[in-house]
C-alpha cells in the first residue's frame, strides 16, 4: 500500500500505543475520547489525529509527497450541504450495509 491510514476509536491514549506497536501505519484519524490534537501529533513515524467532539470541526488531511498536512475547518449549523460529499457519503453508506462489501476491495 502506498499509505495505510486507520480509523480508529481507541481514543489519545490507545491509539498512541497503536502506534508504538504496529508497523507501516502512515496516519491514524482517531475518535473515543472526544479529544482533539491541533497540531497533530507524531509517534514514531505515525502521525495522530483527532478532530474534536461531536462533528464540531472537520479536519483536510492532505498527502504530498510523503508528509502530511492538516486543517481544522469549524461546521456551522445550517451551512449548506456540498452535494458532492453528500453523494460520497451516501456511496459509503450503501456499500456499508451491503453484505457482500468488503473493507478494501
Do not use: C
Not at 508504538?20 to 513515524?45: C, M
Amino acid at each position: 500500500a502506498d499509505v495505510v491510514i486507520v480509523m480508529s476509536a481507541l481514543g489519545v491514549e490507545g491509539n498512541r500505543k497503536l502506534a508504538r506497536k504496529a508497523k507501516g501505519i502512515d496516519l491514524i484519524v482517531g475518535a473515543g475520547d472526544r479529544a482533539r490534537t491541533d497540531p497533530p501529533e507524531q509517534v514514531k513515524t505515525t502521525l495522530i489525529v483527532h478532530p474534536g467532539s461531536r462533528g464540531k470541526d472537520l479536519v483536510e488531511i492532505g498527502w504530498y509527497g510523503g508528509l502530511f498536512e492538516t486543517r481544522f475547518w469549524p461546521v456551522e449549523r445550517g451551512a449548506p450541504v456540498h452535494e458532492a460529499i453528500e453523494e460520497l457519503v451516501e456511496d459509503a453508506r450503501l456499500r456499508l450495509e451491503d453484505p457482500g462489501f468488503v473493507s478494501g476491495s
